[in-house]
């Protein structure tokens, strides 16, 4: 006949301590991009049936602008 007890388990395996986690990985960078390339690819995209863009992520850089013709090819 077989006896089992309860109780503590002094063995070394219960006393093993876990690993801790790696810390999570950081947020990605936010992509780079041209303000005025975005304005104009959004324009030539655009229909009835177009989606939303998402956008909050971007890091727009104004590279136009002191280009005061940087949006002229919208008004042909």
């Keep these: 006949m077989t006896k089992?007890?309860?109780g503590n388990?002094?063995?070394a395996s219960?006393?093993?301590?876990?690993?801790?986690p790696p810390?999570?990985?950081?947020p990605?960078?936010?992509?780079?991009?041209?303000f005025t390339v975005l304005v104009l690819?959004?324009?030539a995209a655009?229909?009835?049936k177009s989606e939303p863009l998402q956008i909050n992520d971007l890091n727009l850089v104004f590279a136009d602008q002191d280009n005061p013709a940087a949006f002229d090819g919208l008004l042909q």
Excluded: I, K, R
Excluded at 28 to 34: F, G, H, I, K, V
């Design 14 to 20: 219960s006393n093993a301590q876990m690993p801790e």
């Design 9 to 11: 388990n002094n063995n």
């Design 41 to 43: 690819e959004l324009f």
């Design 23 to 26: 810390p999570p990985s950081p």
């Design 4 to 6: 089992v007890y309860g």
């Design 28 to 34: 990605p960078a936010p992509q780079q991009q041209d």
């Design 46 to 48: 655009t229909t009835d």
